[in-house]
């Protein structure tokens, strides 16, 4: 067996690049936090989206013991990755599918949604922004500009999500 050391720990690699996305994005993250204090005293939501992996950002600060109360996430069963890949690809590529979601909610203008997609170029986030800006809400943004960069929409808008939402969080994400 051979006792070569492994060059760099999970935490090694992440920690630095949390900081970094942390850094890189503080005047966003300090907008975006000033708005949701304000948001949370005028009795507002925030909602949260994602489909595929990026689901489990609402599912993640949705309705944990002690979470937030004023969170609404926006999910799916058929977006989310227990659907499989099969299912989840094809659905979050088509126009149309997250109406619904956005309508059973009940989001008032001025409320904030976040949208997270690592590449920003599926159908459900770019439909969610628009329908979202549509009723007045402001629209966040959590996704990797340089891997958006790298690719063409899956929307027929041909706009990704950093291009249409009114804030970005830059992840930093890679191609």
Not at 8 to 34: D, M, R
Not at 63 to 77: E, K, M, N, T, Y
Request: aromatic share 6%; net charge positive; charged share 20%.
């Amino acid at each position: 067996m051979s006792s070569t050391r492994i060059k760099k720990t999970y935490a090694e690699l992440a920690f630095p690049h949390l900081n970094e996305v942390l850094e890189k994005n503080q005047k966003t993250l300090q907008k975006i936090h000033e708005r949701l204090v304000k948001s949370v005293k005028e009795g507002e939501s925030l909602f949260i989206f994602g489909s595929g992996h990026s689901a489990l950002f609402p599912m993640e600060l949705y309705h944990r013991a002690g979470g937030a109360s004023f969170v609404i996430p926006l999910v799916a069963d058929f977006l989310l990755p227990t659907a499989g890949p099969p299912i989840v690809r094809v659905l979050e590529r088509t126009e149309g599918l997250v109406t619904p979601l956005l309508n059973r909610a009940l989001p008032k203008k001025g409320e904030m949604i976040w949208i997270a997609s690592q590449s920003g170029i599926n159908a459900a986030g770019i439909d969610m922004a628009l329908l979202a800006q549509k009723r007045g809400m402001r629209t966040v943004a959590f996704t990797s500009v340089v891997h958006s960069k790298a690719l063409s929409s899956r929307h027929p808008s041909g706009k990704r999500l950093f291009e249409i939402c009114d804030e970005t969080v830059d992840l930093g994400g890679r191609v």
